[in-house]
T-cell receptor
Framework: DTGVSQDPRHKITKRGQNVTFRCDPI?????LYWYRQTLGQGPEFLTY????????KSRLLSDRFSAERPKGSFSTLEIQRTEQGDSAMYLC????????????FGNGTRLTVT | AQSVTQLDSQVPVFEEAPVELRCNYS??????LFWYVQYPNQGLQLLLK??????LVKGINGFEAEFNKSQTSFHLRKPSVHISDTAEYFC??????????FGQGTELSVKP
């Protein structure tokens, strides 16, 4: 169990640029989740995958956000035309099975939009 | 829909004192409940979970929590805290639908 890995750890970008984050879940975990966390707040659910299928997207997720999980392994989260309000910590988590198994979180990618 | 309310945003406490971090949830169906801890610039680490069975759940680092269905609460407790327990604590609820809903967090600050 090597843990959930996220890359990069930090990203600074200018408003209007596109950014892409990567998440490598724990192997054999079929479910992968993306959350966003702003300072002083709890993580907010964005989207999740079961294998390669994206099963749910939050209403918080605007059209500028897209996530993929090709082949049901790693996942990418892309933000197009970034805005200052996108500055946050983006957390990835994975789990095996369904609701009674805990989520295992990565250390997050901190995005700063200037 | 499920929701979680953490009643205290900040809890200051002296080292070796007991602490309780409060969490209330709302759900119309059976729930699974979790407490996570987050240290600065890190992801969340599982402290403990309630799935079913005994209402008193023991976790890592000496923490425990009690599930109270009638009061829809899942409060976290530790009889004697250490400086190293200073962190942000999150309560979360998950129904069988698949996603975890988090509370706003409680910042525990342990002072010497």
């Amino acid at each position: 169990d090597t843990g959930v890995s996220q890359d990069p750890r930090h990203k600074i970008t200018k408003r209007g640029q596109n950014v892409t984050f990567r998440c490598d879940p724990i192997s054999e975990h079929n479910r992968l989740y993306w959350y966003r966390q702003t300072l002083g707040q709890g993580p907010e659910f964005l989207t999740y995958f079961q294998n390669e299928a994206q099963l749910e997207k939050s209403r918080l997720l605007s059209d500028r956000f897209s996530a993929e999980r090709p082949k049901g392994s790693f996942s990418t989260l892309e933000i197009q035309r970034t805005e200052q309000g996108d500055s946050a910590m983006y957390l990835c988590a994975s789990r095996r099975g369904r609701g009674n198994s805990p989520l295992h979180f990565g250390n997050g990618t901190r995005l700063t939009v200037t | 829909a499920q929701s979680v309310t953490q009643l205290d945003s900040q809890v200051p406490v002296f080292e070796e004192a007991p602490v309780e971090l409060r969490c209330n949830y709302s759900s119309s169906v059976s729930v699974y409940l979790f407490w996570y801890v987050q240290y600065p610039n890190q992801g969340l680490q599982l402290l403990l979970k309630y799935l079913s069975g005994s209402t008193l759940v023991k976790g890592i680092n000496g923490f425990e929590a009690e599930f109270n269905k009638s009061q829809t609460s899942f409060h976290l407790r530790k009889p004697s805290v250490h400086i190293s327990d200073t962190a942000e604590y999150f309560c979360a609820v998950n129904n069988q639908g698949g996603k975890l809903i988090f509370g706003q967090g409680t910042e525990l600050s342990v002072k010497p």
